[in-house]
Structure formats: structure tokens, C-alpha cells
């Protein structure tokens, strides 16, 4: 059995304004037993001392050195390698909206979805803060995707999902090491094996603690667009049959 309910994996680089915040408001909120695995790319990292700092407090944190390669990808790699949870969080460390979420998306997992996935364009869920050309990029994207696709989930390209641990034995993530786009590729592949997939609506509120952000304009539009063509011929629109299992917390809620 495994030793916590879930495990929390956030990659990490140079978020020593985050990191600290975010461990904070974690332990107040997460109710279940729960590990943090924080995923360092270099030893240099300034967020690791401050994680060394805090050890005494957050036994259940654990600093874990990236070894299969930079980048989001491998260091989701890295976690699942190292963590024991039955389900398992992806987490950015600079989002803050998100971690009031973590127990409805347990919830839709504990009644049988095999994926999670918040949500910052539906059900009245929001993204605030970041980048402006970012955001308005991401919302189109997403909007498009969803039509054209036939996909299920109104927000393919969120960071925060989670997923039952042995979901990733059943799926190989090939993305480079470039922003996020893991996640997109993750979502699209776990629907196309016949997963189920539940969505949860966020209010989004990127970096706002600051930090480092990795966001570079050309090669993240020119992964994602991979991604986004290879689901339109993966995806068909005839496989889209109704939608995702529904969770909507009242803090979104639109009345």
C-alpha cells in the first residue's frame, strides 16, 4: 500500500519567493496524508535552502535532485521515480489559487476518475496576473483545441492535474524539455486511452509572489503547437462522448 495518499510534485527553478508561501499554505490546507517532493534541475538552486531551512517543520518535504534531465518533463519523471503516493499532484510553485482545489480534485479521483485537471476557462474559473501576451495565447488555444479537437477538458494546458499513480505506466510523455507542455501531451494521450477525466475550476493567480519565470515566447509556442496538431489528428471530434465528470467549488462558482 502506499505510504501517503498523495504526492505533491513541483519542479522547481530559483523560487526561493515561493517555495516558502506555498509549503505555508499547503500544510494548512491538505488534510490527507501527503509528501512534497520539490524537483531542483542544479545544485545551485536558491530554493533549496530555503527548503533545507524549513526541513524541521515540514517532515513530510522532500528536495529531490533532477536527474534525468532539465526541464518540467524530466522532473516529473524524476517524482514519480521517487514518490509513494496513490495519487499523484503536479504543482507550480507560484500558483496559489490552485491549492484550494487539491481536495475536490481528490474527490473526482476517489470517484473514478483516472485524471484531473483544473480549470482557469470554465465553470467560472480564472487566471490572473503573468504574462498579458501569455494568457491571451493560452485562452485562444485552449478555446480552439477544444473545438477542433474533440477533446473533453476546456483547459488542456494547465500545469495543475492530477492523476492516479499507475495512470503513468500506461503513458509515454516524448515532449521536450520546454515549459509545460508535458502536461498538454499528458492530457491528450490520457483520453485517448479511454481514461476518465474530471475538471475542477480554478481562480489562477500566476506568480504572485514573484520569482523566475521560464516563459520564452518562441520555443514554448513551437512545442505546444506540436502538441496541439498532434491531438487534432489523434483526437477525432466522433471521440468526444459528453464530458468530463464536473466539480465546482463554491469560491468559483458563478451564480
Not at 91 to 109: K, S, Y
Not at 196 to 212: A, F, H, T
Request: aromatic share 10%; net charge positive; with cysteine.
Amino acid at each position: 500500500m502506499p505510504s501517503f495518499k498523495l504526492s505533491i510534485l513541483v519542479p522547481v527553478r530559483n523560487e526561493r519567493f515561493n517555495i516558502e508561501i506555498m509549503l505555508k499554505i499547503l500544510h494548512a490546507v491538505v488534510n490527507v496524508p501527503y509528501e512534497v517532493l520539490i524537483i531542483f534541475d542544479s545544485p545551485d538552486d536558491n530554493t533549496i535552502q530555503v527548503v533545507e531551512n524549513r526541513k524541521k517543520g515540514y517532515s513530510d518535504v522532500k528536495l529531490v535532485h533532477n536527474t534525468f534531465g532539465r526541464g518540467v518533463v524530466n522532473a516529473i519523471k524524476t517524482g514519480i521515480k521517487y514518490c509513494s503516493g496513490e495519487y499523484v499532484l503536479i504543482f507550480a510553485a507560484d500558483e496559489v489559487g490552485p491549492v484550494l482545489a487539491i481536495e475536490d480534485m481528490m474527490t473526482l479521483l476517489d470517484e473514478g476518475c483516472d485524471l484531473v485537471s483544473a480549470t482557469r476557462y470554465a465553470y467560472g474559473g480564472r487566471r490572473l496576473g503573468g504574462s498579458l501576451l501569455g494568457a491571451v495565447l493560452s485562452m485562444i488555444a485552449n478555446k480552439l483545441f477544444y473545438i477542433l479537437s474533440g477533446f473533453i477538458l476546456s483547459d488542456a494546458t494547465t500545469g495543475i492535474k492530477m492523476f492516479r499513480k499507475q495512470v503513468f505506466d500506461q503513458i509515454t510523455l516524448e515532449s521536450k524539455p520546454i515549459g509545460w507542455a508535458v502536461v498538454f501531451e499528458l492530457a491528450i494521450k490520457t483520453q485517448i486511452a479511454g481514461m476518465k477525466l474530471g475538471e475542477v475550476p480554478i481562480i489562477s493567480i500566476d506568480r504572485l509572489y514573484g520569482g523566475e519565470s521560464t516563459f520564452s515566447l518562441g520555443p514554448w509556442v513551437k512545442e505546444y503547437f506540436k502538441w496541439f496538431m498532434w491531438g487534432i489528428k489523434h483526437l477525432p471530434p466522433t471521440i468526444r462522448k459528453g464530458k468530463p465528470r464536473i466539480l465546482i467549488p463554491k469560491s468559483t462558482a458563478v451564480s
